[in-house]
């Protein structure tokens, strides 16, 4: 605000050297006066026009160091509210205008989070999915090759295990495992990194379309479990291949669910269960409840 009382200070200056310099040179000089006089009516006005010159010059700079003013929020109608009488409502408009001014700031940063977090490629939730609903993933983020998903599966065979693979989410293939005659396993992929591990018995249904329904044995419900945990262990963005192979072998040494010991205790059976963990490394079988004795 001072800066623009400054301003407009030098513009009036401006403007009455401006009408000084004119009026003097309007009046003119008698024609028949000694060329003394002449000569001081030529610098006198020179004088008065230099001024005027610098005035302006000053006024100029004076211009440029003024901020923009900010452009008026028009909000359509409301912006009768302004005209309001009643002194309560007075202050109505220029709050709406604080609010569509913090909309605004809101939806800035938003927009930046939103970028921000596009970019963090090693984000695992990628497919999210809850009870109530299914999003269906950006497959503008998928880099991956689809034959390059489906080459790899090839290249793993393990005896006993069927692969067929299906894209119900787009590019990203969804690859229902069956092993021998005792489980299936729907495995979601980004590219060839896991995302979600779905097991169900071997006699169950099994819809790459509702891979969020769980089995309604508790048996695979805990090899659900184990083979999230498994996932987790084998995740390796930087060697995908190798982690997709490795995490197949580990889920190949369930073909043998129902028929191993406990390596701890030796039993088939505790808690009602069978040994429903593989060891990540040896992929020997252990209780839950034994692995971590
Ligand atoms: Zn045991």
């Known amino acids: 605000m001072e800066k623009l009382n400054s301003t407009l200070g030098a513009v009036r ?22 060329e003394d ?9 020179q004088e008065n026009f230099n001024n005027m010159n610098a005035q302006l010059r000053e006024v100029e700079s004076l211009i ?20 309001e009488t009643a002194p309560e409502r007075q202050a109505l408009y220029s ?18 989070a939103f970028n921000n977090l596009n970019q963090n490629n090693l984000r ?44 119900p989410f787009g590019s990203n293939v969804v690859v229902i495992v069956t092993i ?3 489980l299936k396993a ?16 071997f006699d169950e249904t099994l819809d790459p379309d509702d891979l969020w329904a769980e089995s309604r044995y508790e048996v695979f419900r805990k090899v659900q479990e184990h083979t999230h945990i498994a996932m987790l262990h084998f995740f390796s963005p930087t060697l995908p291949d190798l982690a997709i192979k490795s995490y197949m072998t580990w889920l190949h040494s369930y073909s043998k669910l129902f028929l191993e010991a406990c390596k701890r ?14 060891d990540l490394r040896t992929l020997e079988p252990f209780h839950e409840e034994c692995r971590n004795c």
Do not use: M
Request: hydrophobic residues 35%; charged residues 20%; aromatic residues 10%.
């Open 95 to 112: 709050q709406l205008v604080n609010s569509y001014k913090w909309i605004d700031k809101v939806h800035d940063h938003s927009f930046l």
């Open 186 to 201: 729907a495995i979601v992929c980004k590219g060839v990194l896991i995302e979600w591990v779905t097991v169900k018995g």
């Open 124 to 167: 695992r939730s990628y497919v999210y999915c809850s009870q109530k609903r299914v999003r269906i993933p950006f497959t503008s983020c998928n880099n991956f090759d689809p034959d390059h998903t489906d080459k790899l599966l090839s290249e793993i065979n393990l005896p006993l295990t069927s692969y067929q693979v299906c894209r």
């Open 37 to 45: 006089s002449r000569t001081k009516f030529l610098l006198k006005f």
């Open 180 to 182: 021998s005659r005792v």
């Open 265 to 278: 205790c030796g039993k088939f059976v505790s808690n009602g269960l069978p040994p429903t963990w593989r």
């Open 13 to 34: 200056s401006l403007r009455s050297s401006v009408r000084q310099c004119f009026e003097q040179l309007a009046d003119g000089t008698n024609a028949e006066l000694a």
């Open 64 to 83: 440029n160091g003024l901020q923009a003013p900010q452009t008026p929020y028009c909000l359509g109608q409301t912006t009768y509210l302004a005209q």
